[in-house]
């Protein structure tokens, strides 16, 4: 392997995809998540760039607007070898004339890892820090109504939430399902009768009334897969923002 000039953590999880219940996972500790402003800040102060941070941030989203313009206009998209963009369809069609329904079928659009980026990865050191704790973990985030993942929420419609330890237990006012108003810090308790479906890896929850803006989910149980119910609630946050429109 190359010499590594780039570092990633990850934690151990238990793996219920295996039959050895003794097989773990491995998940990234994700540091943050950066936006094409960070990017460029990076670009210019670490990077190197010869142009000013806001022409390169002009650029940037000039550049990712016409990507996306093109790519809804069928276009596969090859970012200099790092990554390919493919619109795709899923869903089955019954018969060899039936039109595209939202309601059976999706258009997506798929990223792939291109020959640069295989190549940075072979500089890049993989630490395992051993078992994760007791902390839920948010793995996926699906709008039921507009089937984005990790991505948006519809109030009144269900919010489909898969991972491990997601289970809400317990008596401690912290217990529940919250989203934080990014904007103004305003939090939005979800009513456990509110909770269609609440399972330690499965939680399918109804989207209360909110204002637009971005959100943050969060998490609180006293859940545990090993020792009955935590003596202290856990809370795990969901790194991705989540946009109500």
Not at 112 to 135: E, K, S, W
Not at 165 to 182: M, T
Request: hydrophobic letters at 40%.
């Amino acid at each position: 392997m190359n010499e590594a000039k780039h570092q990633i953590a990850a934690r151990l999880y238990n793996n219920h995809l295996t039959a050895d219940p003794h097989d773990l996972l491995a998940r990234v500790d994700t540091e943050a998540t950066l936006s094409v402003d960070d990017i460029c800040h990076a670009a210019v102060t670490r990077g190197g760039a010869d142009v000013s941070e806001d022409t390169l941030r002009y650029c940037a989203h000039i550049f990712l607007n016409e990507m996306g313009y093109q790519l809804c206009d069928g276009f596969a998209v090859n970012a200099d070898s790092w990554f390919r963009a493919t619109p795709h369809i899923r869903g089955a069609f019954r018969y060899a004339h039936e039109p595209f329904d939202p309601q059976r079928h999706r258009l997506l659009i798929q990223l792939t890892q291109g020959n640069r980026m295989r190549r940075a990865l072979d500089h890049v050191d993989v630490r395992i820090l051993g078992p994760a704790d007791a902390t839920p973990y948010i793995d996926r985030v699906t709008d039921c109504k507009t089937h984005t993942v990790n991505g948006r929420l519809t109030p009144g419609h269900m919010l489909d939430i898969t991972g491990s330890r997601l289970k809400i237990v317990g008596d401690h006012p912290d217990v529940g399902v919250r989203l934080r108003h990014l904007a103004t810090d305003a939090l939005t308790l979800i009513p456990l009768a509110d909770l269609a479906i609440n399972q330690p890896r499965h939680l399918l929850l109804l989207i209360p009334t909110l204002s637009a803006g971005t959100y943050r989910l969060e998490l609180t149980t006293q859940f545990s897969e090993n020792f009955g119910q935590l003596k202290a609630p856990v809370t795990t946050l969901f790194k991705r923002d989540l946009t109500v429109e």
